[in-house]
C-alpha cells in the first residue's frame, strides 16, 4: 500500500483509506494514494473494481464514505470548487459537441472556463496545433475520426492548464496509430510536468506510460509498484504451449505442473496453457515432460512476465458492486 505523507509541492494527488459505500457494497475500500507531480499512475482492474469510483471521488462527483483525498493541494471534499478548477477529465467517450467545429469546440470551454473571448479563441489556436489538428480547425466534430475526435476531447481538457489530469479509458476505440499518437501528446505533457491519472484495460498502455500502478479488486487495492515491480512481483519467466487439441490442454498442465512456481493458467479458447516457472527451469525439460504425456505440441514460447500475467494473477472474478 502507499503510505501518504503529510501533503507537499511534490505530491499531487493523495488518499488516505478512501472508501464509498453504496447500501451494503463496498465499491472502493481503503485505497492509499501518493501521486507524484509529473507523474503517470494507472488503475487497473476488472469492471466493477473500483476504478471510475475512485476517479469520481478524485474528481469530486462523489463523496466518499470514509477516508479523505487530496487533488492538487486541496481537499477533495471541503474545496472541491478549488479542485475542480486545477483539473481536467476526458470521459470514455469524447465529449465535444457533433454540431460545432473543432476550433468552436475548444472556445466554448474556454468560455466556460472563464476566460475571455479573445484569450479563449488564442488558446484553441494553439491546442489545436499541438494535438495536430489544426487543419481540422474548420470541421465539424462530427465529421471527424475517432482518433481525431479523442484528441480534440483531450485538447478540450487541457484549456484551463489544469495540473492533474484524470484520463478514463482514453484510447478505446483507436486505431493503433491513433493510439501511439495519442500516447506521445501525453508523455510530452508528464514531461512539462502534469500529472495524470489513467484507467485503462489495455495492459500494454500502462506498461508504456505509467510510472506508478495500483491494481484494485473488489474494491480494495491488491498491488502497486511500478510496471517491472509487479512483474517480478508474480514471478520470472512464463512458458506458453499451445497444442492441437483444446482436449489435451489439462494434460500440458498436469505434464509440466512439476515445473510450475504457480498454478498454470488454461486459455481455451487460444488452446495454451501458461506455465510461470524459475529462471533456472530449462525450456527442454518442460517440453520433454509434455511430450513424454503423449501431447502434440503445436507451438511453444518462452517469455518474460507481462502486465497482462499481474493482472490475472493477482485479479479474480469481478464482484457485482456499482463501478
Not at 507524484?36 to 499512475?41: I, K, P, T
Not at 493510439?179 to 500502462?206: C, F, H, K, P, S
Amino acid at each position: 500500500m502507499y503510505h501518504p505523507a503529510v501533503h507537499n509541492t511534490t505530491i499531487a494527488v493523495e488518499a488516505e483509506g478512501l472508501g464509498k459505500r453504496y447500501g451494503d457494497l463496498w465499491a472502493l475500500r481503503g485505497l492509499d494514494l501518493a501521486v507524484r507531480r509529473g507523474s503517470v499512475l494507472g488503475l487497473l482492474g476488472h469492471n466493477g473494481a473500483g476504478k471510475t469510483t475512485a476517479i469520481r471521488i478524485l474528481t469530486t462527483l462523489a463523496l466518499p464514505t470514509e477516508g479523505r483525498a487530496m487533488v492538487a493541494g486541496h481537499d477533495v471534499v471541503t474545496h472541491a470548487d478549488s479542485v475542480r478548477r486545477r483539473i481536467g477529465v476526458a470521459a470514455q467517450e469524447a465529449t465535444v459537441d457533433g454540431l460545432l467545429t473543432s476550433h468552436g469546440n475548444l472556445v466554448m470551454v474556454g468560455r466556460l472556463h472563464g476566460l475571455p473571448a479573445k484569450a479563449a479563441r488564442s488558446r484553441a489556436h494553439e491546442l489545436l496545433e499541438r494535438v495536430d489538428l489544426t487543419d481540422a480547425a474548420g470541421k465539424l466534430a462530427k465529421d471527424l475520426s475517432g482518433g481525431m475526435r479523442r484528441r480534440l476531447d483531450l485538447a478540450a481538457t487541457l484549456m484551463s492548464e489544469p495540473s492533474v489530469i484524470f484520463l478514463d479509458e482514453p484510447t478505446t476505440g483507436l486505431d493503433p496509430r491513433s493510439r501511439n499518437d495519442l500516447w506521445d501528446m501525453l508523455r510530452e505533457l508528464v514531461r512539462d510536468g502534469t500529472t495524470i491519472i489513467l484507467t485503462t484495460q489495455y495492459l500494454d498502455e500502462a506498461d508504456r506510460l505509467a510510472d506508478d500502478i495500483v491494481v484494485l479488486d473488489h474494491g480494495r487495492s491488491v498491488a502497486h509498484g511500478t510496471p517491472g515491480d509487479l512483474k517480478a512481483q508474480i514471478g520470472g519467466d512464463r512458458i506458453d504451449i499451445t497444442t492441437a487439441s483444446a482436449n489435451d490442454l489439462k494434460r500440458v498442465a498436469g505434464a509440466a505442473g512439476m515445473f510450475a512456481t504457480r498454478p498454470p493458467a488454461i486459455d481455451h479458447d487460444s488452446g495454451t496453457v501458461t506455465i510461470p516457472v524459475a529462471a533456472d527451469t530449462r525450456l527442454i525439460d518442460v517440453v520433454r515432460a509434455v511430450d513424454d504425456a503423449g501431447v502434440d505440441i503445436v507451438d511453444v514460447n518462452r517469455r518474460q512476465a507481462t502486465l497482462d500475467d499481474v493482472f490475472l494473477t493477482l485479479t479474480s472474478t469481478p464482484a457485482k458492486v456499482p463501478a
